[in-house]
């Protein structure tokens, strides 16, 4: 199944420089699409082994400000302003119908006790921001070690 995903630029590029970093260290190849597949894997495997939906859903709809809008009350009118202003990204990975539906099952247990449920496209966006906001703001040896590891233990073609 293809999925497009929509993300801000700059995610995008952070993640093509770490894919990088890494093919070089580990040399493998290694690109954007097998990051994401580590980490969506990694989040299933996580959402199974320590099942917490009220932890699961504040992952899948964590934003970091990305699309949302600022809105500003000035002399009796209203302004609404991109919380950040980024350019955005397409990219289209390819995933297995079983790994996909595994994901939509998430989701859907998700939107049977919330109500609500972001879909599989914006789940996988937002795995991938959360991801490059904790490499940004953490320990960047940390997190490239976690993707090291993830590849180690999925071993992807």
Known sequence: ???AL???SNVYFRTKLICEYIE???DVAFDVSNFLMLIYLDFLNTSIEKYNPKVLY????ETYGYGETLIIHMNDKYYQEPKRQEKQSRIVISISKKDAQKGQLLLDELKSIYGQAPSLEKMISSLWMNFIEEYKSGNPKLTLTK???LLKKYELD
């Open 6 to 8: 929509i993300i801000p």
């Open 147 to 149: 993707i090291i590891s």
């Open 24 to 26: 070089e260290k580990e």
């Open 58 to 61: 504040g992952i899948v709809n």
């Open 1 to 3: 199944i293809d999925i």
